[in-house]
């Protein structure tokens, strides 16, 4: 049983930060569960959407939009109350304006429904900076060629362009756009390596580098986390001035294809995926492993990635884990730093 058992969509919507009206979002969840309760223009932009799985988390598809309609100044008045971009006003007189843009965007959010949440979180390449650290270790080969299934906009493939600061360590040039602060790890040696090549798959990959992919990424960061959104702003700027290569195929058969071509002699292979994992099917996951074995005798080749234990532990706490083909190198947060690298040996 979950707690969304046998709720309404509007119930579902109210609870989904807990009840919890500490930041914008917590506000909004429950203003917008009250209006869609009493009739409102919210049942009107979610007719339809009544009998949703709770996974589709439709309540998060219509934030997005509303997020991307402040975002592009379309809604100056309720942009006041966004600390995304800069708003400052009291969340808890947030209804009248909100409502009223929501009459305005009936059919824009609607639409926006179609949209499934999509974020592609750049403070996770701490993570990969872990594991190819490790796995250049291991292997003794500094050149890298990095594939990564369910890329998104593919950000993380920049892993060199960004720099990163821990607990007496840093990486990564000190002039990037993005510095990822905060990633602690004391005793963390990073390895150097240079990607000689990179290229990711997804099955809805999407242009980052143009307004609209830009809207589109930052409209799925809750606003209360400005910090996340000014690391994918920087991120960003790294993208148009270094595209990367994004092909619309799912997991397996794309990373089964892509290893299908050696890469040049003394060039290391990593295959790396990050909170990708829990959404494909099994047995896409299974056949993704089993690609990578197949290669293992053609090349040298190492698969790191950033996942969520796999099945979840029952009770608990937990955090993703930092993985270097079959073992785990340590752990961090979804939203990445700070590392902590206490079970590397
Ligand atoms: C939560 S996002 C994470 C994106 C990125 N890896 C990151 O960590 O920032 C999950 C991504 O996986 C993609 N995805 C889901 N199932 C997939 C599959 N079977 N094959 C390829 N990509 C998939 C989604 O489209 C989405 O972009």
Not at 105 to 127: C, F, I, K, M
Not at 241 to 255: G, K, L, T, Y
Not at 261 to 290: C, F, K, N
Request: glycine share 8%; aromatic share 6%; proline share 7%.
């Amino acid at each position: 049983m979950s707690a969304y058992d046998g709720a309404t969509l509007g119930e579902r919507m109210g609870s989904h930060f807990g009840g919890s009206t500490e930041h914008l979002y917590g506000v909004l969840v429950r203003d917008l569960a009250a209006d869609w309760e009493r009739r409102g223009v919210v049942r009107d932009i979610l007719a339809g959407r009544e009998d949703a799985s709770p996974g589709d988390m439709v309540q998060l598809r219509l934030l997005a939009g509303i997020h991307r309609i402040v975002l592009r100044g379309d809604a100056p008045e309720l942009a006041t109350f966004y600390p995304s971009v800069g708003g400052t006003a009291d969340r808890y007189a947030v209804w009248p304006t909100l409502a009223s843009v929501l009459r305005e965007h009936v059919a824009e959010l609607r639409a926006a429904l179609d949209v499934a949440p999509q974020t592609n979180e750049v403070g996770r390449s701490v993570a990969l900076l872990a594991g190819l650290s490790e796995a250049v270790r291991r292997r003794g080969i500094r050149q890298v060629r990095l594939l990564e299934p369910g890329a998104s906009a593919g950000l993380n493939l920049l892993v060199d362009r960004f720099r990163f600061e821990g607990d007496g360590w840093s990486a990564g040039p000190r002039d990037a756009p993005l510095v990822l602060t905060g990633c602690a790890a004391p005793g963390f040696a990073p390895e150097h390596f240079e990607v000689v090549e990179r290229r990711g798959c997804d099955l809805e990959p999407f242009d980052a580098a143009t307004a609209q992919g830009e809207a589109h990424l930052r409209s799925f960061i809750w606003p209360h986390m400005p910090e996340r959104d000014g690391r994918l702003v920087a991120a960003l700027a790294t993208l148009r001035e270094h595209p990367v290569v994004i092909d619309r195929a799912p997991a397996a058969e794309w990373v089964r294809d892509q290893l299908a071509s050696t890469a040049p002699d003394g060039v290391l292979t990593v295959v790396w995926h990050s909170i990708t994992r829990q959404y494909w099917p099994t047995a896409e996951y299974v056949a993704m492993l089993s690609a990578i074995d197949d290669a293992r005798s053609r090349m040298p080749l190492v698969r790191v990635a950033l996942e969520d234990p796999h099945p979840l532990p029952a009770a608990g706490t937990w955090r993703p884990q930092i993985e270097v083909d079959d073992d785990v190198i340590g752990h961090c947060t979804h939203h990445g730093p700070p590392l902590d690298l206490s079970l590397a040996t």
